[in-house]
């Protein structure tokens, strides 16, 4: 399987707890995006890398919220003391330079308790 | 401030018809525009783009249109199949803006098709 891959699928945790998400994008991609999408709404965007730089931050990402993709590679998403309001779908996706079509994994399914 | 608006949470059809999914955006900066489908629990699959310096694109059963002067676009899906049954969703970019990197999305429309 080439596509974009997200690990874990689904995340129940208590509030308060720290979570983090990984996403392998597909290979030859050196663009990387994290979108948050709650019910009813369609995705929204958190974050963007190419390659290994972060590029742009959306002012939902709140300090309690870091991404990283060292190497270039595969990227991780943490939530440091999530709160009830953090449960959503966390999206990742990933296109190639230049490219307007971001191609979606199927996402980490996060509940907060 | 919902810049891409879908106005139509739902639409139903029957099977061999017609869908026409709409989608409308208020961004002049938006120069390129994309649908996507998602099925429930997974993420969503690209369908169909269209840059703003055409009107009409096809592929397949799904043809794109876009009015700029209207800031209007839509899909149409001929013939609807039931596995076409899922939520879709209308997404924009500023290409020229050198963000083409970031897309907007509608709220999305579920799309049933009945056998």
Known sequence: ?113 | DQQVKQNSPSLSVQEGRISILNCDYTNSMFDYFLWYKKYPAEGPTFLISISSIKDKNEDGRFTVFLNKSAKHLSLHIVPSQPGDSAVYFCAASARSGGSNYKLTFGKGTLLTVNP
């Open chain 1, 1 to 113: 399987d080439t596509g974009v891959s997200q690990d874990p699928r689904h995340k129940i945790t208590k509030r308060g707890q720290n979570v983090t998400f990984r996403c392998d994008p597909i290979s030859e991609h050196n663009r990387l995006y994290w979108y948050r999408q709650t019910l009813g709404q369609g995705p929204e965007f958190l974050t963007y890398f190419q390659n290994e730089a972060q590029l742009e931050k959306s002012r939902l990402l709140s300090d309690r919220f870091s991404a990283e993709r060292p190497k270039g590679s595969f990227s991780t998403l943490e939530i440091q003391r999530t709160e009830q309001g953090d449960s959503a779908m966390y999206l990742c996706a990933s296109s190639k330079r230049g490219g307007a079509e971001a191609f979606f994994g199927q996402g980490t399914r996060l509940t907060v308790v």
